[in-house]
C-alpha cells in the first residue's frame, strides 16, 4: 500500500483511511487544518489511486496489511475512516484495539443491503462508466469534491479495476458491526451528515447502540462527504477529541 507519513515517528499517530473511490488525497483539504507536527499516516487502499496496481480484494486482507502498518508505529493510533475506510476503521478497532487507542467512524454504512447480489451485477455492467470523465463528474459533485482536486478523483477513476470495484462495493454492501466493536475499550466517535440517506443514519445508530460509550453526531448540513464538506471542522474536532496530541 502506498502511503505518505508527516510528523516524526514515535508521536501518536493520526491514520486517515480514504472511501472508496477516492484515495489519499481526499483528506488534504482537512489535513492542513490540523496543528503542524503531528504524526498523520495517508495510505492509499488497496486498488485506489496510487495503489491501484494492487487489487481491493477483501476488507479482512485490507485491516491485516493496515495492522502491519501500525505495528510500525510506536503508540497507538486514532484511526479516522470515511465510508468505506470507516468500516476499516470499525474492524481495525475491533480486532487490534492494542493499535487503537480512538477510532472516529465517518458515514460508515453498518446495515446490509438485501438486494446486494442485483445490485452487483447491476454494477458489474455499468462499471466501464467510472472511466467516463462526465459520468466521474457527475459522482464527485456527488462527493462534494473540490475543484483543486477534480483531476485527481478523474484519475483515481480511471485506474480503478473492475474486480476493485465490485469487491470493494460488495464488503461495503454486505457489512454489519463485528462482533469485537462492543468490546472496543478506546473512546469513538460516529459522525453522519444530517442530509445523508436513512441508511446512513440508521447505520450511526447501530454503531452507537453497539458500542454505548461511544459519541454519535449529527454534522448538520452536510450530506455523504464531510471531510471535503467541513475539513477546518473536523480538523478542529479531531484535535479537541485528542486533547491537542497533534500539536
Same mark, same amino acid.
Given at each position: 500500500?502506498?502511503?505518505? !507519513?508527516?510528523?516524526?515517528?514515535?508521536?501518536?499517530?493520526?491514520?486517515?483511511?480514504?472511501?472508496?473511490?477516492?484515495?489519499?488525497?481526499?483528506?488534504?483539504?482537512?489535513?492542513?487544518?490540523?496543528?503542524?507536527?503531528?504524526?498523520?499516516?495517508?495510505?492509499?487502499?488497496?486498488?485506489?489511486? @496510487?495503489?491501484?496496481?494492487? !487489487?481491493?480484494?477483501?476488507?479482512?486482507?485490507?485491516?491485516?496489511?493496515?495492522?502491519?502498518?501500525?505495528?510500525?508505529?510506536?503508540?497507538?493510533?486514532?484511526?479516522?475512516?470515511?465510508?468505506?475506510?470507516?468500516?476499516?476503521?470499525?474492524?481495525?478497532?475491533?480486532?487490534?484495539?492494542?493499535?487503537?487507542?480512538?477510532?472516529?467512524?465517518?458515514?460508515?454504512?453498518?446495515?446490509?443491503?438485501?438486494?446486494?447480489?442485483?445490485?452487483?451485477?447491476?454494477?458489474?455492467?455499468?462499471?466501464?462508466?467510472?472511466?467516463? /470523465?462526465?459520468?466521474? @463528474?457527475?459522482?464527485?459533485?456527488?462527493?462534494?469534491?473540490?475543484?483543486?482536486?477534480?483531476?485527481?478523483?478523474?484519475?483515481?477513476?480511471?485506474?480503478?479495476?473492475?474486480?476493485?470495484?465490485?469487491?470493494?462495493?460488495?464488503?461495503?454492501?454486505?457489512?454489519?458491526?463485528?462482533?469485537?466493536?462492543?468490546?472496543?475499550?478506546?473512546?469513538?466517535?460516529?459522525?453522519?451528515?444530517?442530509?445523508?440517506?436513512?441508511?446512513?443514519?440508521?447505520?450511526?445508530?447501530?454503531?452507537? /447502540?453497539?458500542?454505548?460509550?461511544?459519541?454519535?453526531?449529527?454534522?448538520?448540513?452536510?450530506?455523504?462527504?464531510?471531510?471535503?464538506?467541513?475539513?477546518?471542522?473536523?480538523?478542529?474536532?479531531?484535535?479537541?477529541?485528542?486533547?491537542?496530541?497533534?500539536?
Amino acid at each position: 500500500m502506498h502511503r505518505e !507519513t508527516f510528523g516524526q515517528a514515535g508521536e501518536a499517530p493520526l491514520l486517515l483511511l480514504h472511501g472508496g473511490g477516492v484515495a489519499g488525497w481526499m483528506w488534504e483539504p482537512m489535513r492542513t487544518h490540523l496543528p503542524p507536527g503531528g504524526r498523520v499516516i495517508v495510505p492509499d487502499l488497496p486498488g485506489h489511486g @496510487r495503489s491501484a496496481d494492487e !487489487t481491493y480484494i477483501s476488507h479482512n486482507a485490507t485491516v491485516d496489511a493496515l495492522a502491519s502498518l501500525l505495528e510500525g508505529e510506536r503508540r497507538p493510533a486514532t484511526v479516522v475512516g470515511f465510508s468505506l475506510g470507516a468500516q476499516l476503521a470499525v474492524l481495525l478497532a475491533a480486532r487490534r484495539p492494542d493499535l487503537v487507542e480512538s477510532a472516529v467512524v465517518i458515514s460508515a454504512q453498518a446495515a446490509p443491503l438485501r438486494a446486494v447480489r442485483p445490485t452487483l451485477a447491476l454494477l458489474g455492467a455499468t462499471a466501464g462508466l467510472a472511466k467516463n /470523465e462526465r459520468f466521474a @463528474r457527475l459522482q464527485a459533485r456527488e462527493l462534494f469534491v473540490p475543484e483543486a482536486h477534480l483531476d485527481d478523483y478523474l484519475q483515481t477513476s480511471s485506474t480503478m479495476s473492475r474486480e476493485t470495484l465490485l469487491n470493494a462495493v460488495e464488503e461495503n454492501l454486505r457489512f454489519v458491526p463485528p462482533a469485537g466493536w462492543p468490546r472496543f475499550p478506546g473512546a469513538a466517535l460516529i459522525l453522519v451528515g444530517s442530509a445523508e440517506k436513512k441508511l446512513m443514519s440508521r447505520s450511526a445508530t447501530a454503531l452507537h /447502540e453497539a458500542l454505548p460509550h461511544s459519541v454519535l453526531e449529527v454534522v448538520d448540513g452536510c450530506g455523504h462527504g464531510i471531510p471535503l464538506q467541513r475539513p477546518l471542522w473536523l480538523a478542529q474536532r479531531l484535535d479537541a477529541m485528542r486533547g491537542g496530541a497533534s500539536g
